[in-house]
C-alpha cells in the first residue's frame, strides 16, 4: 500500500465496469492534482470460468468462452477453437478460416470505433462518441445478417464455423466497408489535426519501449510505444497468412499514440476486409469433429483487438477439457496502468485508462476520495471526476474539446446525411 | 404524502426516469448494448430517460450481468442509496438468472439474490429495442401505483425474448 | 532459429530434456522437466542464450500426485516455449520469476490463490483474483474441490428446479 506524506490524499477508485474481465479498484496517492502512486486491486469481475470449463463439454465451452467479454467475443472463440483443433489435429477447410477471419476484422472494426467514441468522451467531445457509435451500428447490421446476433455471434464451432455467407452479404459488406472507410478519414483528420485534441492526449499516460516490453503490454497500446508485435503477423492463424497488411506502430508512447495507431488499424481492417471478400475460397464451411479431444496440450495466440489472447488448453481423451488457462489481453495491460498513471494529473485518469481500452462502459463508477490531512470522506462518481478532468483542463490549459464537437459536426455533416 | 403529490411525482417519473448503470460482473455485451440504445440509432433520450452519473438522483437501476462475490456488497450499497420508490431493472440473462455462468464459483446467479427485480429484460444480450421495450414497459406499469407499497405488490416485467 | 533447432539446444544442454520435448507445430515447443529437476539454470539459459524474452502467462495444472507449473514464453523468433515443472502436493513451492519477468506477478498470485501453492521471493502485495473474505483452505482450481462448504452447486440450466412448496414441504 503506497504510504502517505503529510500533504498525500489517498484516493481509492472502482470498481469501474465492465472492462477487463475484471472491473478493478484503484487507490491513488494524490499529491496536490498529480498521482505519485497507484495501486490496483483486481477481481471485481472473477467468476470463475477456468473451473466452469473444465465441468462442461467442449461444445458448452465454447458458448461460456465467448462469453469472457462481449466486445472482443469472437476472439476468445477463435482463441480456444483454435487450441482445441490443434489438439485434435483438426484442419478446418479454407472457406471456414476466410469466414473466421472476416469476422475477426469486422469485430476489430466495431471495438476500435467502439473505443473512439468512449475516449472522446471520457475528454469531452461527445460528438465523437454519437458519430462512431452510430457507424458501429452499419457493423452491428452486418453481424446481424451474417451471425445472427448483434454481439456475441457464436460463429465458431470444432471444425469450422456455422454458418456460411451469400455473395450478397459478401458484396454488402464491401458496401459498408466503402462507407466506414470514408468516414474514419475524418476521424483521422480530427485526430492529427485538431490541435485541442492532440493537445489534450499528448504527453498523458506515458509507457516508455523498455516499460511496455518489461511490463508485457500488448496490442496497440505497446505498439503506440514502438512495440513492433502483432500476432496477426508474427504467429498467423486461420487466413493472416495470406492478407496484406501493415502492422501499425507509432512512437509518441502516449494516449496520442494510441489514438493514432487504433484509427490507423482501422483503415488496415479496411484492406483486409476487401481481400477477404476477393479471395473468398469455394468449398465446405466445416469438418465433423469427434465430441471427445485426445489427450495432449496446445497454446493459442490471437491478436484481439485490445491486443493478444493467449489461451492454454490440455485434453484429457473425454468430452471435457482437463484445463483452461485464459489470458485476455487488458490483464497483460494492466500490469502497465500503474506506470502510465504515475506522475499524470487525476484529470487524466479517465483517459489514461480508457486508452488501454479495457472494455470500458462509461457508467456509475464511484470514487472515494479519503482526505487523510482533513480526515473528511467525499464520494465523489467516475463521471464527477470526469467532467472535473474536463473542466480542469478547459481552465488550466485552456482546452475546450466542447468546440470540437460543431467542428467535427460541421465535417461529417457533409458526409453523412442517413 | 399526499396522493396528488404522489401522482406528480409518478408523473415526473414516467415522463422522465433518472436511470444509473451498474455492471455487476457482466461481460460487458449488455453494457454496450444499454450505452447502443443512448445513441442516435435507438435514442432512449427520447422517452426522457436520462443516465446519471450517481444513485442519489436515480429512479431506476440498470443492472448487467451476474453477481459476483465480490461485487454483491458494493451493488447493495447503491441499491441503498437510491431514494425510495426505486425500480431495478435486470439487463440481461446473466442478471436474470445467472445467465451462462450458473453454477460458477464466484458467481451467486441473478440480482434478484441481492436486491429487489422489477423487470427482466432476457437476451444474451439484450438487445438495445428490448431494453426500450422493457422500460416502456416498466414505466407504463407504474402508472396509478404512486404510492411507495404498491412496489412490494409489483408484479415484476418479464419480457418474452426479443429477437430482431 | 525454429522449434526444432530450440529442441536440439535443450536436449544438448540438459540431459534431463532427453525424450521431454516436442514440437508438434511450427512455433511451439513443449518440454517437461521432471519432478525435482533444477528449473533456475534452465530458466537462465533460455533467456540469455534463446532468446526468450517474453512471458506470456504461467498455467497452473492440478495433476492429482503433483501440482504443474508450465511457463508459456516467447523468443524474438515468435516461437514459444511451453515449459512444464512439477511440484509435490505436499510441499508446492516454486521460486518467483518476477526478478526475470516483471509481468509473472499477478500468474504467481493466481497459483497460491487457486491452488494452494507457495511462490518464494514474491513482494508483499493484494491477493488475486480471489475476494479478500474467501475462507482460507479452499483452493477453486483444484481437483478435488466443487464448492464452498455451505453452499451447495446451483442447478445446472438443463434441470428444470423444483420449488419445495410445491413438493408439499
Excluded at chain 3, 516455449?81 to 510441499?91: A, F, G, W
Aim: aromatic share 8%; net charge negative; proline share 5%.
Amino acid at each position: 500500500m503506497p504510504q502517505n506524506g503529510p500533504e498525500e490524499v489517498q484516493v481509492p477508485v472502482g470498481p469501474q465496469h465492465p472492462a477487463l474481465k475484471e472491473p478493478e479498484s484503484f487507490l491513488l496517492s494524490l499529491r496536490g492534482e498529480k498521482i505519485t502512486a497507484v495501486n490496483i486491486k483486481l477481481g471485481y469481475n472473477h467468476r470463475g470460468i477456468e473451473k466452469a470449463a473444465e465441468n462442461r463439454t467442449y461444445v458448452q465451452d465454447q458458448y461460456l468462452i465467448e462469453r469472457i467479454c462481449g466486445i472482443c467475443s469472437h476472439s476468445h472463440s477463435m482463441c480456444f477453437v483454435q487450441a482445441v483443433e490443434e489438439i485434435a489435429g483438426i484442419e478446418i477447410p479454407a472457406r471456414a478460416k476466410y469466414i473466421r477471419t472476416l469476422i475477426a476484422e469486422l469485430e476489430r472494426v466495431h471495438s476500435h470505433l467502439l473505443w473512439l467514441g468512449v475516449a472522446g468522451h471520457e475528454v469531452g467531445f461527445d460528438t465523437l462518441l454519437m458519430y462512431t457509435w452510430r457507424d458501429r451500428e452499419a457493423v452491428m447490421d452486418l453481424f446481424a445478417k451474417l451471425t445472427g446476433n448483434r454481439v456475441n455471434y457464436g460463429m465458431n464451432t470444432m471444425g469450422g464455423v456455422r454458418r456460411d455467407v451469400t455473395p450478397e452479404d459478401l458484396a454488402e459488406i464491401k458496401k459498408v466497408v466503402d462507407v466506414l472507410e470514408e468516414r474514419t478519414k475524418y476521424y483521422i483528420e480530427v485526430a492529427t489535426e485538431e490541435s485541442t485534441l492532440i493537445n489534450r492526449l499528448s504527453n498523458v499516460g506515458k509507457l516508455s519501449y523498455e516499460d511496455c516490453i518489461n511490463l508485457g503490454a500488448v496490442g496497440p497500446t505497446a505498439r503506440a510505444s514502438g512495440v513492433d508485435r502483432d500476432t496477426r503477423r508474427d504467429d498467423p492463424y486461420a487466413a493472416y497468412g495470406e492478407l496484406e497488411f501493415n502492422v501499425i506502430t507509432d512512437k509518441h508512447a502516449d494516449v496520442y499514440g494510441r489514438t493514432l495507431v487504433r484509427v490507423q488499424e482501422l483503415m488496415e481492417s479496411y484492406k483486409m476486409l476487401r481481400q477477404i471478400v476477393d479471395k473468398m475460397p469455394d468449398g465446405p464451411v466445416v469438418v465433423k469433429v469427434p465430441k471427445k479431444v485426445p489427450a495432449g496440450e496446445a497454446l493459442s495466440r490471437y491478436e484481439a483487438p485490445r491486443g493478444e489472447d493467449v489461451h492454454f488448453v490440455k485434453g484429457n481423451g473425454t468430452d471435457k477439457p482437463e484445463r483452461v488457462r485464459v489470458r485476455a489481453p487488458t490483464l497483460a495491460n494492466l500490469q502497465a496502468v500503474s506506470k502510465m498513471l504515475e506522475d499524470n494529473y487525476l484529470a487524466d485518469m479517465p483517459i489514461v485508462i480508457a486508452a488501454i481500452d479495457p472494455c470500458f462502459s462509461c457508467t456509475d463508477r464511484m470514487i472515494k476520495l479519503c482526505d487523510t490531512v482533513k480526515l473528511e470522506d467525499r464520494v465523489l462518481t467516475w463521471d464527477e471526476v470526469r467532467v472535473n478532468g474536463i473542466e480542469w483542463y478547459r481552465k488550466n490549459k485552456g482546452l475546450n474539446l466542447a468546440e470540437l464537437n460543431a467542428s467535427l459536426a460541421g465535417k461529417m455533416g457533409k458526409a453523412w446525411k442517413q | 404524502m399526499s396522493s396528488i403529490k404522489q401522482k406528480i411525482l409518478t408523473w415526473a417519473r414516467i415522463k422522465s426516469p433518472w436511470v444509473i448503470h451498474f455492471n455487476t460482473g457482466a461481460c460487458n455485451a449488455c453494457d454496450i448494448e444499454i450505452i447502443a440504445a443512448l445513441t442516435p440509432r435507438y435514442d432512449l433520450e427520447r422517452f426522457g430517460v436520462v443516465l446519471k452519473g450517481t444513485p442519489k438522483h436515480a429512479d431506476i437501476i440498470l443492472c448487467s450481468g451476474p453477481i459476483t462475490r465480490q461485487i454483491e456488497d458494493r451493488l447493495k450499497n447503491i441499491y441503498e442509496q437510491m431514494p425510495a420508490p426505486k425500480f431495478v431493472v435486470a439487463v440481461g440473462t446473466c442478471a436474470c438468472s445467472g445467465g451462462v455462468f450458473q453454477g460458477c464459483y464466484s458467481v451467486k446467479s441473478g440480482i434478484d439474490k441481492a436486491i429487489p427485480v422489477a423487470a427482466y429484460i432476457p437476451g444474451c444480450p439484450a438487445s438495445p429495442k428490448a431494453l426500450i421495450d422493457g422500460v416502456v414497459k416498466l414505466l407504463s406499469s407504474l402508472d396509478d401505483s404512486g404510492d411507495n407499497k404498491a412496489q412490494k405488490e409489483l408484479n415484476p416485467v418479464i419480457l418474452g425474448e426479443h429477437r430482431e | 532459429m525454429n522449434s526444432q533447432d530450440i529442441k536440439s539446444k535443450l536436449e544438448a544442454k540438459f540431459g534431463v530434456f532427453k525424450d521431454k520435448i516436442t514440437t508438434p507445430r511450427a512455433n511451439r515447443v513443449f518440454a517437461d522437466l521432471a519432478l525435482g529437476e533444477d528449473f533456475e539454470p534452465i530458466l537462465k539459459y533460455i533467456v540469455t542464450d534463446l532468446g526468450f524474452d517474453n512471458l506470456l502467462l504461467i498455467t497452473g495444472l492440478d495433476e492429482r500426485e503433483t501440482f504443474g507449473v508450465i511457463y508459456h514464453i516467447v523468443n524474438k523468433d515468435n516461437i514459444v516455449l511451453n515449459l512444464k515443472t512439477h511440484v509435490t502436493r505436499e510441499n508446492p513451492v516454486v521460486k518467483s520469476i518476477i526478478d526475470t519477468f516483471r509481468n509473472s506477478e499477478l500468474y504467481e498470485r493466481e497459483l497460491i490463490d487457486l491452488f494452494g501453492m507457495k511462490v518464494d521471493g514474491l513482494p508483499e502485495g493484494r491477493r488475486y483474483p480471489l475476494p479478500d473474505d474467501w475462507p482460507a483452505g479452499q483452493y477453486p482450481l483444484r481437483k478435488d474441490w466443487s464448492h464452498l462448504p455451505g453452499e451447495e452447486p446451483e442447478q445446472s440450466n438443463n434441470e428444470v428446479p423444483v420449488k419445495k412448496d410445491e413438493e408439499g414441504k
